[in-house]
């Protein structure tokens, strides 16, 4: 069954911190008040803006072996691979800001507005990035009130581009779960439209699903600066349930 | 104080109006437009990005000083005759056809022009051909191409190729930059260059047309 889910903005909005660490403003440097008083401008403008909307769509394993080769670019022995099949269940999921937000940095920069202009995009992303995390949980929620989970289990996205899951997995992902619906479309390219948009596979299970060596082939080539620190996350939230 | 000195301190502090204000005076004033936008506005621009390079000051801050920087140009190009626009090289940008994401072009974009580079912007999407038609009409001696995409990579080699087609392979040079580019794909598509960030573009392209 499909799903379409509008989102507040206040559950997926990135927080400051991580809206300026996109900008290489590290946690702990004094930021000057202008920077802030810059954010603060781009975050209301953002609240403006923003439509954040999600799709999910469950998907047996059987399927997901179907889409997950792609066009057949994938790499030996991507992450995915050796995550899903262990899975107790999994849904692919769309998620995007919107297209507004994409006009007014575009505005914003014709008009020499820089700052304010990379100040919104940083915002629109780091809230996009988010979001894959925000449907997560939202699908856990769904998993348990249905008693097909527990509290104990984790749900984390994965998405083509990443783990040697190549990028033109998208368009079978696409096929399978068709989120022009909420108004995200591929060009030639797998670039999603509106650009501000994530997509992927949510996988449900124990931890031991999910926990893998960074350390493939493909990792140093890789831009993610989250990866491991999911995964501690993911191991200390095990240790603190314990 | 000295009125360029002003000029290049009010730049550094991002205060755009103050900029206009001063660059406006130094033109009544009757001082030479090239003066006043090497001494005065380049002069602090070039402050910021070695403060920048050194991890004194943060990007928000650059964007503000450029904002500037273009406030005082806003009002000296209309005195620069159209081909007598002083410039440290003339430089084709765009992201791939395919591709629209332009926040990281328009980064180098805006720290060449504060290098006092020329720029001629094609925005994103754009052809292979269209880099190399435009370069050549405009006699630009560099394209710029930008990618945050790897299966937008095969437009970079396009762009590649009808430069060596054309027989242009000493005229215009290519540099490359986006997330999944790196000096190794550079190599691998032919490509003259390869720019990590804006810094690291404005310092590769500066060496590459000897400035
Ligand atoms: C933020 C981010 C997002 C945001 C927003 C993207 C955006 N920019 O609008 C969100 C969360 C929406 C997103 C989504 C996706 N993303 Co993303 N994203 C990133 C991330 C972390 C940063 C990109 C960014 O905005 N950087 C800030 C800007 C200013 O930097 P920049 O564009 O790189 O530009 C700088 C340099 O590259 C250089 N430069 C740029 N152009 C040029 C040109 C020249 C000539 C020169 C010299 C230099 C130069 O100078 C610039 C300024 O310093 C990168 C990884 C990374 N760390 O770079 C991945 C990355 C780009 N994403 C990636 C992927 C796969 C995706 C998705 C497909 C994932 C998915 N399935 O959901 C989607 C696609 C979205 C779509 N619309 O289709 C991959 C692309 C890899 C590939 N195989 O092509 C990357 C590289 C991550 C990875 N796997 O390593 N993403
Ligand atoms: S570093 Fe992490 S996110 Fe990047 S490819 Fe490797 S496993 Fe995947």
Redesign the pocket.
Known sequence: MKRIIHFELEEVRAPREAVLD?QGIPEDAEVPHRILALYDDAASQFASLARPRGMIAEISEAEFREVFPGEGNNADDAVVANVFPKADHLALFAATMGGEVSEAIADHFDKNEFALG?ML?AV???T??RT?EVIADHYHAQLIAEERATPAHHVLGY????CGW??TG?RKLFAYLTPDKIGISLNAS???????????VLVSGSIDVHVFKAGYSYCP?????TCLSRMERLMASERGSA | MDLLKEISESLQKGDDAKVGELTQKAIDEGMEPKVILDDGLIAGMNVIGKRFRDHEIFLPHVLLSARAMYAGMDLLRPLFLRDEVPSAGKVV?GTVQGDL?D???N??GIMLKGAGFEIVDLGKDVAPEVFVDTAEKEGASII???T????TAPGMVRVIEIINERGLGDKIKT???????SQDMADTIGADA?????A??VE?IKEMVGV
């Open positions: 996109h990379v995009d629109a992303s780091m996009a990035d894959s998405s083509p581009g990443y190549h990028i998208q797998c670039l999603m439209n509106p650009l501000k948009s994530v997509s992927g080539q890789c831009r993610n600066a | 940008l994401h926040i990281g072009k980064l180098v710029g191409m930008s945050l995409l790897t299966t540099i490359v930059g986006g997330a999944p580019v390869y720019g990590y960030d804006a690291n573009a590769t």
